[in-house]
């Protein structure tokens, strides 16, 4: 199977915050963050492994900084690296006032991608050939991020309260 650069799975999302998309503090609901990120990461996996795709899992997502309404919610993900048959995508966002350009990094999150065949099993997908220093910074630490995730699934699993 061909490696593909991380660049070629890149998306790109820009859209304005409106009120139905706030809450009462004129912010948007931290829900709607999540739901962004779910689809544009999931994209981002799609155009790595050009098979459909499950969420397998979203690490932390921490809220930096409140984006209002008014402001543009711009969201980039990218597959940062694959093993047999999961992909991790980087996802950043950002709000930037439009009247002003300035952007603020409001999140960022690793998530976790499955591919699956033709009978919803999980199949393999190609390897990740970061180019960038940022793209070469996420897939340095990859491996480790994966092992973390492996160990945190295998204690739920084996929780039993
Ligand atoms: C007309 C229709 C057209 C349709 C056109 C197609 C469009 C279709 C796409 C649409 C785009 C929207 C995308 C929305 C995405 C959702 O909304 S999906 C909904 C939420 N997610 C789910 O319901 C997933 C539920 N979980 C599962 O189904 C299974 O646990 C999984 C994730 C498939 C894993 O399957 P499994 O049999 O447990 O497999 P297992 O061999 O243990 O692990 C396989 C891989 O998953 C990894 N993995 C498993 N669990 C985890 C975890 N918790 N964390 C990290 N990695 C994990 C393993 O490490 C392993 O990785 P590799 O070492 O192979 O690289």
Same mark, same amino acid.
């Given at each position: 199977?061909?490696?593909?650069?991380?660049?070629?799975?890149?998306?790109?999302?820009?859209?304005?915050?409106? !009120? =139905?998309? *706030?809450?009462?503090?004129?912010?948007i609901f931290g829900g709607r963050v999540m739901a962004y990120v779910? #689809?544009? $990461?999931?994209?981002?996996?799609?155009?790595? +492994? #050009?098979? =459909? /795709? /499950?969420? $397998?899992?979203?690490?932390?997502l921490?809220f930096?900084? =409140?984006i209002?309404?008014?402001?543009?919610i +711009?969201?980039?993900?990218? &597959?940062?690296?694959?093993?047999?048959?999961?992909?991790? &995508?980087?996802?950043?966002i950002?709000?930037?006032?439009?009247?002003?350009?300035?952007?603020?990094?409001?999140s960022?999150?690793?998530?976790?991608?499955? $591919?699956?065949?033709?009978?919803?099993? =999980?199949?393999? /997908? !190609?390897? /990740?050939?970061? @180019?960038?220093?940022?793209?070469?910074?996420?897939? $340095?630490?990859?491996? @480790? #991020?994966? @092992?973390?995730?492996?160990?945190?699934?295998?204690?739920?699993?084996?929780? *039993?309260?």
């Amino acid at each position: 199977m061909n490696a593909r650069k991380a660049s070629e799975s890149r998306t790109v999302m820009t859209d304005i915050v409106l !009120p =139905p998309d *706030t809450n009462t503090h004129g912010t948007i609901f931290g829900g709607r963050v999540m739901a962004y990120v779910d #689809r544009i $990461a999931s994209i981002a996996a799609m155009r790595h +492994c #050009r098979r =459909p /795709v /499950v969420t $397998a899992s979203s690490d932390s997502l921490d809220f930096l900084a =409140p984006i209002r309404v008014g402001d543009a919610i +711009c969201i980039e993900a990218f &597959v940062t690296w694959t093993h047999k048959t999961s992909m991790e &995508v980087f996802v950043k966002i950002e709000a930037e006032d439009l009247l002003t350009g300035k952007r603020r990094l409001t999140s960022t999150s690793y998530l976790t991608f499955v $591919a699956l065949d033709e009978n919803g099993k =999980p199949t393999l /997908v !190609p390897e /990740v050939i970061p @180019e960038t220093e940022e793209e070469k910074w996420h897939y $340095a630490k990859a491996k @480790e #991020r994966y @092992e973390m995730r492996k160990k945190r699934r295998a204690e739920l699993l084996n929780r *039993t309260l």
